[in-house]
């Protein structure tokens, strides 16, 4: 309720942007504390007047309305200065990865037709790399004190008041604000678009999810570059007067310090970083924190409980969404395992369905007439959202790719002419209406005539003694259907491959991994998601990986070492299994 409540007004004046915000929100609260960085800070009225300076900047670069900036920079309150201050002008800022380097990096910044690129200190190598590649169109800008390579863009003369309406005319809610990139874990990162009408939605409606206040300091360790630790977590805490502590990474070492030293009464995490923390040896500070609750997406059932009592979290606020995508899931209730749900009260606005999937064609099943089929109650299906009109919560706002914004959209689902959004994501729904993430549709496989969802495999693996990090995927073996189950494993005290054994037996046979790698660490993105694809590329071969690696051996009942002449039968097609 209080999220419909802080959401309602919304639209009521169209010029009424996030930037717009800040200006009112500095009026009100002043010199209150806005950003914290280890290195510098911003109040509201720091905030606002730094945003009108970026403004100026802008302006007297010759940047006109849907011209695009490229924003390569670390974690620091200046980030959400630029974007705020360029965002008013009309200027659609990109929030580029700042891992990607080389042809990744270049691929991110013509996908948007970018005119510039802003980068800070420790990304300004990378760009000079691509700097002829780019061209003389895209200009390059260099911003902070350890910034070399480029003109730096200065602002010590440029004024913070506020920028008269005969300078700009400012953006409407319908205007694109910024470019925001899907991770890119599989293929080349996408563009999709945020309008400024999805900036203001996902600020108040996460703030009163969470309830922020005024007396509220919300620790952030997520990258700025994407919509979790850039926009959610920052514009929820903003728009509700509090103040946001921000580090450049997480650190488990450093965590539990931070959020006692900085007095912070919110956290919002992400994917596996509730793992870290649990796996983490244990911090005097770990509970004298002030801590009222956790929020984030990604906390999978095994950890919720554990995580949850060793660390005295009053709440964890679980939630679903993502960055293009048209609706979002809550779990107020705190159900351990649940993504969330929608209220019968709202579910006329946010139409949400779970179809059954073909797992041989990767896309929704059609019944004899054409249309997609409703999965029955806990059945394993794709979600999907609907979209009501072009204009409203429920629009898909695409790419900067057409063709790609094509490839998300069904027709014709339940009757004709309806169009929804396809999550790619597999979910099920049970009785009372609570949806479970159960994987991505591309991550789970086929084995045995069996689909296998990696994240259940997972699960059973981590409840393993002495499994820290586990990454499950599928591997191709020679005269074989489907993609044989593999686990990669970085593992502790207590660890032995019989218990690991014992442990998949809960399993169904086809869903038990076929090779086990144990392996010193495992590569994730900076949201903590698993590089699996690399996982796959390197496949099982002994002789081309270093890790040691096993087979299930099902005659022995145990797991084997594999070694050369073992894997070359397994290759030739001489053991089947």
């Not at 802080?6 to 200006?23: E, W, Y």
């Not at 960085?37 to 006109?64: D, I, K």
């Not at 691509?130 to 004024?159: H, K, Y």
């Not at 073996?477 to 032995?496: N, Q, S, T």
Request: glycine share 8%; net charge neutral.
């Amino acid at each position: 309720m209080r999220a419909l409540e802080r959401t309602a007004a919304i639209g009521r004046d169209p010029t009424l942007t996030l930037p717009l915000l800040i200006d009112r929100l500095a009026e009100r609260f002043a010199d209150a504390p806005a950003l914290v960085g280890p290195e510098s800070a911003l109040s509201y009225r720091g905030l606002s007047e730094a945003s009108h300076r970026f403004a100026r900047w802008g302006l007297a670069q010759g940047l006109q309305r849907d011209d695009v900036i490229c924003l390569l920079m670390r974690n620091c309150p200046e980030y959400l200065a630029i974007w705020l201050g360029l965002s008013r002008i009309g200027v659609s800022v990109a929030l580029v990865n700042t891992n990607l380097t080389g042809d990744l990096l270049k691929h991110s910044i013509d996908i948007v037709r970018a005119r510039a690129v802003i980068a800070g200190g420790a990304h300004c190598a990378a760009l000079a790399v691509l700097r002829e590649r780019l061209g003389e169109r895209v200009g390059c800008w260099a911003f902070g004190p350890d910034a070399v390579g480029f003109p730096r863009l200065e602002l010590e003369a440029l004024s913070g008041a506020a920028l008269p309406p005969a300078d700009c005319a400012p953006p409407s809610l319908a205007d694109r604000a910024l470019y925001i990139y899907t991770s890119g874990t599989t293929g080349l990162p996408k563009a999709a678009n945020v309008s400024h009408l999805r900036l203001m939605q996902w600020s108040h409606w996460f703030a009163g999810l969470i309830d922020a206040q005024p007396d509220d300091r919300l620790y952030n360790c997520l990258p700025m570059y994407h919509s979790v630790g850039g926009v959610v977590a920052t514009g929820a805490a903003l728009v509700g007067g509090a103040a946001v502590v921000l580090r450049e990474r997480f650190s488990s070492s450093n965590f539990w310090k931070d959020v006692v030293a900085e007095r912070c009464t919110l956290f919002q995490y992400i994917g596996e970083l509730c793992r870290y923390l649990l796996n983490s040896a244990p911090a005097a500070a770990e509970t004298s924190h002030r801590l009222r609750l956790a929020c984030g997406n990604g906390l999978r059932a095994e950890v919720w409980e554990p995580f949850q009592r060793r660390f005295r979290i009053p709440q964890i606020l679980e939630y679903y969404a993502s960055t293009e995508g048209n609706f979002s899931l809550y779990n107020c209730e705190g159900r351990v395992g649940a993504i969330g749900r929608i209220p019968p009260f709202l579910q006329h606005r946010v139409p949400v369905a779970v179809v059954k999937h073909d797992f041989d064609a990767v896309a929704p099943a059609r019944d004899a007439a054409g249309r997609c089929v409703r999965c029955a109650a806990n059945e394993v299906g794709e979600a999907i959202g609907q979209i009501l009109d072009s204009t409203g919560s429920s629009r898909f706002e695409g790419y900067a790719d057409s063709e790609a914004s094509a490839g998300k959209l069904l027709h014709d689902v339940f009757a004709p002419g309806d169009t929804w959004y396809r999550t790619g994501d597999l979910m099920r729904r049970d009785e009372q209406g609570f949806f479970y993430f159960i994987d991505r549709v591309g991550d789970t496989f086929r084995w045995k005539g069996e689909n296998v969802a990696t994240t259940e495999v997972a699960a059973a693996l981590a409840a393993c003694a002495g499994v820290a990090e586990v990454a499950v995927y599928g591997v191709s073996i020679p005269h074989a259907e489907g993609r044989a189950g593999m686990a990669a494993l970085v593992v502790g005290a207590g660890f032995d491959l019989a218990t690991l054994r014992r442990a998949v037996a809960v399993l169904p046979p086809y869903a038990r991994p076929v090779f086990v790698r144990v392996a010193a660490t495992l590569e994730v993105t900076s949201t903590f998601k698993l590089r699996t694809q690399e996982l796959v590329r390197q496949g099982y071969d002994p002789e081309a990986v270093r890790d040691a690696i096993y087979l299930d051996d099902t005659a022995r009942g145990a797991y084997v070492r594999l070694d050369g002449p073992l894997f070359r039968r397994i290759a030739s097609g001489a053991l089947r299994l």
